[in-house]
């Protein structure tokens, strides 16, 4: 435990990297889309996607945290099972500190009528339809399956270079296109759609949280073998 602790005290050296520019961005993409909010001469209520900004952020923080920090953790030799735990600890109490400030400016938005123009930053439909636990948990998935995509991507770097991160991209986008073609062919895509119809934000917060933990498995495994 202690040296997952020194991990995630090690990770924070730089916490520009962890917390201002989550913060920075999330700040920045807020009141470009209140301005535009108030451009925008309607009273009908006004969405916008730029809460999305910070989420993307996070999938390369995921690749930093693993490039920059873990060849100097090797230095120290600290176990890879040390640096996974502490890395993947720290960003989850990021990923949760996040999440309560996008259900705190939610409630301030509700309050305010939408900052008094009528803009919506925080409250996206269906998103925050239902309970505040359910909004919570989605963003607190999401922002963990950008980290662990970011993480792995630079894990298989450092295990296989280039080389490695070109076929594995390649892998996934041919497996995507795959289901495309297949779905097509068997004529799926109307239950496809009937099936995310059913879903709510809480059960494809269960979905993705288990997606977290079959990808969290593989960065590992991978990390394993990775050389500093």
Not at 99 to 119: C, D, F, M, Q, R
Not at 134 to 142: D, G, I
């Amino acid at each position: 435990m202690s040296r997952t602790m020194a991990v995630a005290r090690m990770q924070l050296i730089n916490r520009w990297t962890f917390i201002g520019w989550p913060l920075v961005i999330l700040a920045s993409s807020f009141l470009m889309s209140l301005a535009i909010f108030a451009l925008i001469p309607v009273d009908e209520a006004k969405y916008g996607g730029g809460s999305q900004a910070p989420l993307w952020y996070f999938m390369v923080l995921g690749i930093q945290s693993m490039t920059l920090v873990f060849p100097f953790s090797q230095g120290l030799s600290i176990s890879r099972k040390a640096f996974y735990a502490g890395s993947l600890g720290l960003f989850a109490v990021i990923a949760l500190g996040m999440s309560v400030l996008y259900l705190l400016g939610g409630a301030i938005e509700k309050a305010t009528n939408g900052w008094g123009v009528s803009g919506y930053f925080f409250n996206i439909p269906w998103i925050t339809d239902g309970p505040w636990y359910s909004t919570a948990a989605f963003f607190f998935v999401v922002m963990m399956l950008m980290f662990i995509v970011g993480f792995w991507f630079a894990t298989i770097f450092k295990r296989w270079g280039t080389a490695g991160v070109l076929i594995s991209t390649l892998g996934t986008a041919m497996v995507l296109v795959g289901f495309v073609a297949l779905a097509t062919v068997q004529q799926w895509w109307g239950s496809v759609g009937a099936w995310f119809a059913q879903q709510s934000p809480l059960s494809i917060s269960g979905w993705t949280a288990l997606l977290c933990v079959v990808l969290a498995a593989g960065s590992y495994s991978t990390l394993r073998r990775a050389t500093p």
